[in-house]
């Protein structure tokens, strides 16, 4: 008798046969070895008595199929086993596609990776035009790309372009987007998914088929064409020696597409080689770090249905922003509807961009109100302050803030240096006041630094850790001290650059070294992006405790308002808000240049922790991937560190402290490793 442990077939009336999954013990459906094998035995029983038509839906109200159990990647011992678990993925799905009578994935919710695999093998998908239901195949984030077939039927089903762009981006559509490059057949309200798929079984139209031009695109003399255009563009945005699914797949389906069979056995063999590879196996260990911080923001039940923001320049101003576009009330509020006109006009720009429909877009327009006299505060869940990094006027605030704000609403600050245990002596309270220190752009970065101070009862950290997973951000508890981690650990970096520089490298090879090592941007062009004001006033701050050098040029610069891309001159001269850079294509890199910008970040990495600034080396690593870029593929700074070797890393660390000077001290940190 077939096990329902995970999934139950029932069959209505009509004889349609409706396969429902509820993943035991879980509040998400994943496709793991234990429940692909009961899908597997459910999918023989019903081939032995056929129905009239099959829908298979998800019981669970987060969705359909996440996707595969990511952490059966972890224990894949070798390419011959990875290898055979795709094979045998292949298996049941191909079992799926052939049965005679029709089939449909009913969606609502998430359907992706290997949800999305096996949506596919279904002759119909019918989906919940909710704004909440995604659908996609973002294997390639965790260094894959598809593996249950995906690679065969995604192109087959929409066309190469369509389907590569999905697939080499790891973007999730929409229902209405999926609809209109033929991913899915129909797009309907949830109270009408039953009747649909009903009447998909009972009239069982042709399947959908792509257009004649993306039929075309999978044509055996455009592929090879295609195939380059799409190596070129991916190139601008993943190294093939850092990140080699998104070329394996292009060639998997160049060389092999039209054969399905030999397609499907190329398939298995080339996720096999890269499940097994360190890329994929750190990009894993970054997506279990982010589940780790997404955990945080559970610890605590609080809940916020308004949001006052005091200060309305660019960070203050796309937070409030950000958190109306997460459906939350804000009022904004600073000295004159004048100063407020630039935010609100972002903010309209965000919303055009993200939410795309008329309606949405005026109801998020109305949920951020401009504040001049604050009126909001009294009513507020969340008071978020984000004026000038001043102590005085910080402080002056407060004292006008705190007796206004309801008892359970949290004071937050954006501060990105002052320690909160200064901000909060003028407080009743001191022990409410907690960092929110958000990233730019708001929109963008992911990170948000929940501080600490002395006097901060851990239940407000909790509770500004829920706020932060509700406005869909991640948590990272930090204590507080000057720079807290992402700024303290990023600005040695980009000061070694500013040295270098100095030195009479040009700036083009120093960018070139921290991207070639992995970075997202070269640290020049990011002190030019954050504002070389911006990276001089955290310098100094850092200064005054820490042994921070401060370099002449940096202040020569700013002192004659060269600030960067906002200024249109820094480092580089900006078009349009773009760099202009030299080609530096085979010019040689100067000796230590990799290891000189590299060093000062892992060096303070190493004094982060030991202060315990975070609590291990797994929120440090998080921390830094999602605060400062550090490159996903090597798994955070202290997991290169440990992976390299850390006594060689610290012999290494000894080597330039003697060849240059005491900016290359190690850490007595790496003396206990």
Same mark, same amino acid.
């Given at each position: 008798?077939?096990?329902?442990?995970?999934?139950?077939?029932?069959?209505?009336?009509?004889?349609?046969?409706?396969?429902?999954?509820?993943?035991?013990?879980?509040?998400?459906n994943v496709l793991s070895v234990e429940t692909i094998a009961e899908f597997d035995a459910h999918l023989?029983?019903?081939?032995?008595?056929?129905?009239?038509?099959?829908?298979?839906?998800?019981?669970?109200?987060?969705?359909?199929?996440?996707?595969?159990?990511?952490?059966?990647?972890?224990?894949?011992?070798?390419?011959?086993?990875?290898?055979?678990?795709?094979?045998?993925?292949?298996?049941?799905?191909?079992?799926?596609?052939?049965?005679?009578?029709?089939?449909?994935?009913?969606?609502?919710?998430? &359907?992706?990776?290997?949800?999305?695999?096996?949506?596919?093998?279904?002759?119909?998908?019918?989906?919940?035009?909710?704004?909440?239901?995604?659908?996609?195949?973002?294997?390639?984030?965790?260094?894959?790309?598809?593996?249950?077939?995906?690679?065969?039927?995604?192109p087959r089903l929409v066309g190469a372009a369509a389907a590569m762009d999905m697939m080499l981006s790891?973007?999730?559509?929409?229902?209405?987007?999926?609809?209109?490059?033929?991913?899915?057949?129909?797009?309907?309200?949830?109270?009408?998914?039953?009747?649909?798929?009903?009447?998909?079984?009972?009239?069982?139209?042709?399947? &959908?088929?792509?257009?004649?031009?993306?039929?075309?695109?999978?044509?055996?003399?455009?592929?090879?064409?295609?195939?380059?255009?799409?190596?070129?563009?991916?190139?601008?945005?993943?190294?093939?020696?850092?990140?080699?699914?998104?070329?394996?797949?292009?060639?998997?389906?160049?060389?092999?597409?039209?054969?399905?069979?030999?397609?499907?056995?190329?398939?298995?063999?080339?996720?096999?080689?890269?499940?097994?590879?360190?890329?994929?196996?750190?990009?894993?260990?970054?997506?279990?770090?982010?589940?780790?911080?997404?955990?945080?923001?559970?610890?605590?039940?609080?809940?916020?249905?308004?949001?006052?923001?005091?200060?309305?320049?660019?960070?203050?101003?796309?937070?409030?922003?950000? &958190?109306?576009?997460?459906?939350?009330?804000?009022?904004?509020?600073?000295?004159?509807?004048?100063?407020?006109?630039?935010?609100?006009?972002?903010?309209?720009?965000?919303?055009?961009?993200?939410?795309?429909?008329?309606?949405?877009?005026?109801?998020?327009?109305?949920?951020?109100?401009?504040?001049?006299?604050?009126?909001?505060?009294?009513?507020?869940?969340?008071?978020?302050?984000?004026?000038?990094?001043?102590?005085?006027?910080?402080?002056?605030?407060?004292?006008?803030?705190?007796?206004?704000?309801?008892?359970?609403?949290?004071?937050?600050?954006?501060?990105?240096?002052?320690?909160?245990?200064?901000?909060?002596?003028?407080?009743?309270?001191?022990?409410?006041?907690?960092?929110?220190?958000?990233?730019?752009?708001?929109?963008?970065?992911?990170?948000?630094?929940?501080?600490?101070?002395?006097?901060?009862?851990?239940?407000?950290?909790?509770?500004?850790?829920?706020?932060?997973?509700?406005?869909?951000?991640?948590?990272?508890?930090?204590?507080?001290?000057?720079?807290?981690?992402?700024?303290?650990?990023?600005?040695?970096?980009?000061?070694?650059?500013?040295?270098?520089?100095?030195?009479?490298?040009?700036?083009?090879?120093?960018?070139?070294?921290?991207?070639?090592?992995?970075?997202?941007?070269?640290?020049?062009?990011?002190?030019?992006?954050?504002?070389?004001?911006?990276? #001089?006033?955290?310098?100094?701050?850092?200064?005054?405790?820490?042994?921070?050098?401060?370099?002449?040029?940096?202040?020569?610069?700013?002192?004659?308002?060269?600030?960067?891309?906002?200024?249109?001159?820094?480092?580089?001269?900006?078009?349009?808000?773009?760099?202009?850079?030299?080609? &530096?294509?085979?010019?040689?890199?100067?000796?230590?240049?990799?290891?000189?910008?590299?060093?000062?970040? #892992?060096?303070?990495?190493?004094?982060?922790?030991?202060?315990?600034?975070?609590?291990?080396?797994?929120?440090?690593?998080?921390?830094?991937?999602?605060?400062?870029?550090?490159?996903?593929?090597?798994?955070?700074?202290?997991?290169?560190?440990?992976?390299?070797?850390?006594?060689?890393?610290?012999?290494?660390?000894?080597?330039?402290?003697?060849?240059?000077?005491?900016?290359?001290?190690?850490?007595?940190?790496?003396?206990?490793?």
């Amino acid at each position: 008798m077939t096990e329902n442990k995970h999934w139950r077939t029932e069959r209505d009336a009509d004889g349609i046969a409706w396969l429902h999954f509820d993943m035991a013990e879980a509040s998400t459906n994943v496709l793991s070895v234990e429940t692909i094998a009961e899908f597997d035995a459910h999918l023989r029983d019903i081939e032995s008595n056929p129905p009239k038509g099959l829908v298979i839906l998800s019981d669970k109200k987060s969705g359909f199929i996440a996707g595969a159990d990511i952490k059966g990647f972890t224990s894949m011992e070798s390419v011959a086993h990875a290898a055979e678990f795709m094979r045998g993925m292949h298996t049941v799905l191909n079992r799926l596609e052939a049965f005679s009578f029709p089939t449909v994935s009913l969606i609502r919710g998430f &359907c992706l990776g290997g949800g999305m695999e096996l949506a596919l093998a279904t002759r119909y998908r019918i989906a919940d035009e909710d704004p909440k239901t995604r659908l996609g195949l973002p294997e390639v984030r965790l260094g894959i790309h598809p593996g249950f077939g995906g690679t065969v039927r995604a192109p087959r089903l929409v066309g190469a372009a369509a389907a590569m762009d999905m697939m080499l981006s790891g973007r999730a559509l929409s229902a209405r987007a999926a609809k209109k490059i033929g991913l899915i057949d129909y797009a309907v309200p949830e109270r009408q998914l039953l009747r649909a798929a009903k009447m998909m079984i009972v009239e069982a139209p042709a399947p &959908c088929r792509p257009g004649r031009l993306a039929r075309l695109s999978n044509h055996s003399l455009v592929r090879p064409l295609l195939a380059k255009y799409l190596k070129r563009t991916v190139a601008k945005k993943a190294n093939p020696e850092h990140y080699p699914a998104p070329y394996a797949m292009i060639d998997l389906w160049s060389k092999y597409f039209d054969n399905p069979n030999k397609m499907y056995a190329e398939e298995a063999l080339s996720v096999a080689n890269l499940v097994v590879g360190d890329t994929a196996q750190n990009l894993i260990r970054v997506f279990f770090l982010q589940e780790e911080m997404k955990a945080l923001g559970r610890k605590n039940k609080f809940h916020a249905d308004r949001v006052h923001v005091v200060g309305a320049g660019v960070m203050g101003g796309d937070i409030a922003a950000w &958190c109306a576009l997460r459906g939350l009330h804000v009022t904004l509020q600073d000295q004159s509807p004048e100063r407020i006109a630039p935010a609100m006009k972002r903010a309209h720009a965000l919303f055009k961009k993200k939410l795309r429909q008329p309606r949405l877009i005026q109801a998020a327009m109305d949920r951020l109100m401009p504040d001049v006299k604050g009126t909001g505060v009294e009513r507020a869940d969340v008071v978020i302050e984000a004026i000038f990094e001043n102590i005085e006027a910080k402080q002056n605030l407060y004292r006008l803030l705190e007796p206004r704000m309801k008892p359970t609403a949290l004071l937050t600050t954006n501060t990105s240096s002052i320690p909160l245990e200064v901000l909060s002596e003028v407080l009743e309270e001191p022990k409410r006041l907690v960092g929110l220190h958000f990233f730019n752009p708001v929109a963008q970065m992911q990170l948000v630094e929940i501080v600490k101070g002395k006097q901060t009862s851990q239940s407000i950290v909790n509770q500004a850790a829920a706020f932060a997973r509700q406005i869909d951000r991640l948590p990272l508890p930090v204590k507080s001290s000057p720079g807290f981690l992402v700024n303290r650990i990023l600005m040695p970096y980009l000061l070694e650059a500013v040295v270098l520089e100095s030195e009479g490298v040009r700036p083009e090879l120093i960018d070139k070294a921290a991207t070639d090592f992995g970075m997202p941007m070269g640290p020049i062009e990011l002190a030019d992006t954050v504002g070389l004001d911006i990276c #001089l006033a955290v310098a100094e701050t850092l200064a005054e405790s820490l042994e921070v050098e401060v370099p002449a040029k940096l202040r020569s610069m700013v002192s004659r308002g060269d600030l960067g891309r906002k200024s249109g001159k820094g480092f580089y001269r900006y078009s349009k808000g773009k760099p202009e850079k030299a080609r &530096c294509e085979g010019e040689s890199m100067p000796a230590d240049l990799t290891d000189r910008l590299m060093f000062r970040m #892992l060096n303070e990495s190493m004094a982060c922790l030991r202060e315990g600034v975070v609590e291990n080396d797994d929120l440090l690593d998080a921390g830094v991937i999602f605060g400062t870029g550090f490159a996903p593929f090597r798994g955070g700074p202290m997991h290169y560190i440990h992976t390299s070797g850390s006594q060689l890393m610290k012999n290494r660390m000894d080597d330039l402290s003697q060849k240059y000077d005491g900016r290359f001290e190690p850490d007595m940190a790496w003396g206990s490793l």
